[in-house]
């Protein structure tokens, strides 16, 4: 009969973690935060708010400018004209506004490289100590699932991200994330079987 030990520390106990960060990830998704508080999400995920609300307010307030040229009588000449402008206008801040969208979509993704690359270094930390350092192991372990949760969160939050990115590059790291979450590493394997 084999006895229980109460104290190991089973990275299975951990995966309530993984849960909590799909669940936070959905939280912070477009289909919950992105509808109940928009420039949160955008602020959070998109980027490019400031340029986003300086475009709506230029196109409303030339679409009032247009109707109000319309009931003065000027001529058709001048209206398109004014709406040339307009629209030479409108192509600058929108080009602004993408441009904010990209630089935050790369700090975004820089961030969850970060996270990828120290899931990784916490992964080859935890596998240099022996049987002997249980606690440390666990909390390694602890921190090794946390830091996926994180990332897992971001990616379900921002699915637009994924959209820049290669199928092959996504799948990689969907497939990194899921190796470095659910396998367990060697020399802890070997001693909870022998538990």
């Keep these: 009969m084999t006895s229980v030990n109460p104290n190991r520390h089973h990275p299975s106990s951990d995966l309530y973690l993984i849960v909590l960060g799909i669940v936070v990830g959905m939280a912070l998704g477009p289909f919950s935060l992105a509808r109940f508080a928009p420039d949160t999400y955008r602020n959070l995920f998109v980027g490019g708010t400031d340029e986003f609300h300086a475009e709506q307010r230029f196109v409303e307030d030339t679409v ?12 058709e000449a001048a209206l398109t004209e004014f709406d040339l402008e307009k629209d030479k206008h409108t192509a ?7 441009a904010a969208q990209r630089d935050h979509r790369d700090w975004l ?3 969850m490289t970060a996270l990828l690359l120290a899931i990784l270094v916490i992964m080859v930390i935890e596998s240099l100590f022996g049987t002997e350092a249980r606690r440390i192991r666990a ?3 602890t921190t090794r699932y946390a ?18 990115l290669p199928v092959l ?3 990689a790291l969907i497939a990194v994330a899921l190796f470095v979450g659910l396998i367990p590493l060697g020399r802890r394997s070997e001693f909870e079987h022998r538990m």
Excluded: Y
Excluded at 92 to 98: E, F, G, I, S
């Design 64 to 75: 009032a400018e247009r109707a109000r040229l319309e009931n003065t009588g000027v001529t």
């Design 92 to 98: 600058v801040l929108r080009a602004k506004r993408q």
């Design 109 to 111: 993704q820089d961030r």
């Design 139 to 141: 909390r390694l372990t």
């Design 147 to 164: 830091l996926i949760a994180i990332w897992l969160a971001l990616l379900i939050a921002s699915p637009t991200m994924l959209k820049s």
């Design 169 to 171: 590059f996504v799948t």
